[in-house]
């Protein structure tokens, strides 16, 4: 065997530079639709990475048993949850079968088609331009590298490989592998392949005519997520909330003048097969603050145990696309603003070696979601980003940090952990640890509290504990928030130091 040295130092050709030929029609067509004949579309969003699509089209089909083509569905199409109804009077179009095709017409999967059989290769030589071909057997084309598509559900694959690893036999005991070859297939094209993902259905048509037809599907790729604006007056007790959808449409198609609507809910999703998990996507950004509209650009209503919200106007969700919509804005909102300090529970048996210096209170905020300030509505889970308005003339806001948060429903309240307070500062140590009896355990601890700001402050002590226990002693009140948590409200004045000292015993059995 000997290997054919390389025709020359250019860059090779990648294989998108195959000679694909036109399709031979040698058998009949079926019949098409395409995005063209959509006369409407509804896209409901999900926030799980899936949108249930719903268009209704117009088209053209002939009398008795043929083939559809229903072109432009989205790329991580569920074929397996296609509905398909007609819309129009009489009898209407029955669907046999249903085939959906995913096998893209790509030079990869073109020529994976063609190892083992003869090809014609062409090579330019650099400099004088002459055009040389060679017949030759194609061998092997090398690795195939890349990815299904489809969220988990195995609707395609992207495929690539190196023209420089193809290997051909020339029948003349020479095999040679690479070279900058450009390699032209027999005109024809294997069967299967489409141009882009297709719904094919079998269907029998009572006549010939133009038809109304309903097909709907979930697909993957589409998914939306809340995001929060809260802005804090100069004194941080009251607050404006203006709520954000980001929309994410990574579908593979666009739907224009579509009806949108979103679901707000913990929807619950069987795992594709071969996943342990439902594949999930989540998304945030800062969006830019904006004028509060007159009307509320989403209608919301209950679904089910969910809630869904209808935008009042048409919009275009282009693919491989984000939009942002204003989802709801409330102002004046009264702020409550609590500082909390939380134990780890092993400590209550353990014993605990040295002083915990310099430790900071968590800072939360909370308001209730409130019909009378503007909100509410159900507030879908998202981000909540607080900013507060600067004093003075400039009027500027600062970010003052921001916190994840759960569906709530109205009249419940939102609360939001922007950070630590700076300027409280607490010491904390054990000063005794006994155990009594082997079954029961002992501590005491001393917490020295010192508020470094001008205006007095609560800090809620949560001390979370286990088994039977009891506070022996404390020298402030306390508070049994659960049987697993015990909580001391210590007020502390400007620039001064308290301490809380407390004995707790706690009983296994």
């Given at each position: 065997?000997?290997?054919?040295?390389?025709?020359?130092?250019?860059?090779?050709?990648?294989?998108?530079?195959?000679?694909?030929?036109?399709?031979?029609?040698?058998?009949?067509?079926?019949?098409?639709?395409?995005?063209?004949?959509?006369?409407?579309?509804?896209?409901?969003?999900?926030?799980?990475?899936?949108?249930?699509?719903?268009?209704?089209?117009?088209?053209?089909?002939?009398?008795?048993?043929g083939?559809?083509?229903?072109?432009?569905?989205?790329?991580?199409?569920?074929?397996?949850?296609?509905?398909?109804k007609?819309?129009?009077?009489?009898?209407?179009?029955?669907?046999?079968?249903?085939?959906?095709?995913?096998?893209?017409?790509?030079?990869?999967?073109?020529?994976?088609?063609?190892?083992g059989?003869?090809?014609?290769?062409?090579?330019?030589?650099p400099?004088?331009?002459?055009?040389?071909?060679?017949?030759?057997?194609?061998?092997?084309?090398?690795?195939?590298?890349?990815?299904?598509?489809?969220?988990?559900?195995?609707t395609?694959?992207?495929a690539?490989?190196?023209?420089?690893?193809y290997?051909?036999?020339?029948?003349?005991?020479?095999i040679?592998?690479?070279?900058?070859?450009?390699?032209?297939?027999?005109?024809?094209?294997?069967?299967g392949?489409?141009?882009?993902?297709?719904?094919?259905?079998?269907?029998?048509?009572?006549?010939a005519?133009r038809?109304?037809?309903?097909?709907?599907?979930?697909?993957n790729?589409?998914?939306?997520?809340?995001?929060?604006?809260?802005?804090?007056?100069?004194?941080?007790?009251?607050?404006?909330?203006?709520?954000?959808?980001?929309?994410?449409?990574?579908?593979g198609?666009?739907?224009?003048?579509?009806?949108?609507?979103?679901?707000?809910?913990?929807?619950?999703?069987?795992?594709?097969?071969?996943?342990?998990?439902?594949?999930?996507?989540?998304?945030?950004?800062?969006?830019?603050?904006?004028?509060?509209?007159?009307?509320?650009?989403f209608?919301?209503?209950?679904?089910?145990?969910?809630?869904?919200?209808?935008?009042?106007?048409?919009?275009d969700?282009?693919?491989?696309?984000?939009?942002?919509?204003?989802?709801?804005?409330?102002?004046?909102?009264?702020i409550?603003?609590?500082?909390?300090?939380?134990?780890?529970?092993?400590?209550?048996?353990?014993?605990?070696?040295?002083?915990?210096?310099?430790?900071?209170?968590?800072?939360?905020?909370?308001?209730?979601?409130?019909?009378?300030?503007?909100?509410?509505?159900?507030?879908?889970?998202?981000?909540?980003?607080?900013?507060?308005?600067?004093?003075?003339?400039?009027?500027?806001?600062?970010?003052?940090?921001?916190?994840?948060?759960?569906?709530?429903?109205?009249?419940?309240?939102?609360?939001?952990?922007?950070?630590?307070?700076?300027?409280?500062?607490?010491?904390?140590?054990?000063?005794?640890?006994?155990?009594?009896?082997?079954?029961?355990?002992?501590?005491?601890?001393?917490?020295?509290?010192?508020?470094?700001?001008?205006?007095?402050?609560?800090?809620?002590?949560?001390?979370?504990?286990?088994?039977?226990?009891?506070?022996?002693?404390?020298?402030?009140?306390?508070?049994?928030?659960?049987?697993?948590?015990?909580?001391?409200?210590?007020?502390?004045?400007?620039?001064?130091?308290?301490?809380?000292?407390?004995?707790?015993?706690?009983?296994?059995?």
């Amino acid at each position: 065997m000997r290997v054919l040295p390389r025709p020359g130092p250019r860059v090779p050709l990648s294989a998108a530079a195959l000679l694909l030929p036109a399709l031979a029609a040698a058998q009949p067509q079926p019949a098409r639709t395409t995005a063209r004949d959509r006369v409407s579309a509804s896209v409901t969003i999900y926030n799980q990475n899936m949108g249930l699509v719903r268009e209704v089209r117009e088209f053209e089909v002939p009398a008795g048993a043929g083939e559809l083509a229903f072109e432009d569905v989205t790329a991580q199409i569920r074929p397996e949850t296609v509905h398909f109804k007609d819309l129009s009077t009489g009898r209407p179009i029955r669907v046999l079968e249903q085939n959906y095709r995913y096998d893209i017409l790509a030079p990869t999967s073109l020529i994976q088609r063609y190892v083992g059989r003869t090809v014609t290769l062409v090579h330019v030589v650099p400099g004088t331009g002459e055009v040389r071909r060679r017949e030759a057997t194609l061998l092997s084309i090398g690795d195939v590298t890349g990815a299904t598509y489809g969220g988990g559900y195995g609707t395609g694959t992207a495929a690539y490989s190196n023209p420089w690893e193809y290997v051909y036999d020339f029948g003349d005991g020479e095999i040679s592998f690479g070279g900058d070859w450009r390699i032209v297939v027999p005109s024809e094209i294997p069967a299967g392949f489409v141009s882009r993902p297709t719904l094919f259905w079998e269907i029998e048509a009572p006549a010939a005519g133009r038809r109304r037809v309903e097909a709907s599907y979930l697909t993957n790729g589409m998914n939306w997520n809340a995001d929060y604006v809260l802005v804090l007056s100069g004194d941080g007790a009251r607050g404006d909330l203006t709520g954000w959808v980001t929309l994410t449409n990574d579908s593979g198609i666009t739907f224009d003048d579509a009806q949108l609507k979103l679901v707000a809910g913990d929807v619950h999703l069987a795992p594709p097969a071969g996943s342990s998990f439902p594949l999930r996507v989540a998304r945030s950004m800062v969006l830019a603050e904006a004028a509060v509209p007159s009307t509320p650009a989403f209608a919301e209503e209950g679904m089910f145990e969910y809630h869904l919200y209808t935008l009042r106007r048409p919009t275009d969700l282009r693919d491989r696309e984000q939009k942002q919509i204003e989802l709801l804005s409330g102002s004046g909102i009264p702020i409550e603003r609590h500082y909390r300090l939380y134990a780890q529970p092993y400590w209550f048996v353990s014993q605990v070696n040295g002083i915990q210096e310099n430790l900071h209170p968590d800072v939360w905020l909370e308001f209730v979601n409130a019909e009378n300030v503007g909100l509410g509505v159900p507030l879908p889970a998202g981000t909540v980003r607080v900013y507060e308005t600067e004093a003075g003339r400039t009027g500027g806001r600062q970010f003052l940090g921001e916190d994840s948060i759960r569906h709530t429903a109205r009249e419940e309240r939102v609360k939001v952990r922007t950070g630590r307070a700076f300027d409280i500062v607490i010491d904390r140590r054990q000063t005794d640890y006994d155990v009594i009896g082997g079954a029961a355990v002992e501590t005491e601890w001393e917490l020295k509290l010192r508020n470094r700001k001008t205006t007095p402050v609560v800090v809620e002590v949560r001390e979370p504990t286990s088994g039977d226990w009891e506070i022996v002693s404390s020298s402030v009140p306390f508070v049994k928030e659960s049987s697993r948590e015990v909580r001391f409200d210590v007020t502390l004045p400007p620039d001064r130091e308290v301490v809380l000292t407390y004995r707790i015993r706690v009983q296994y059995y």
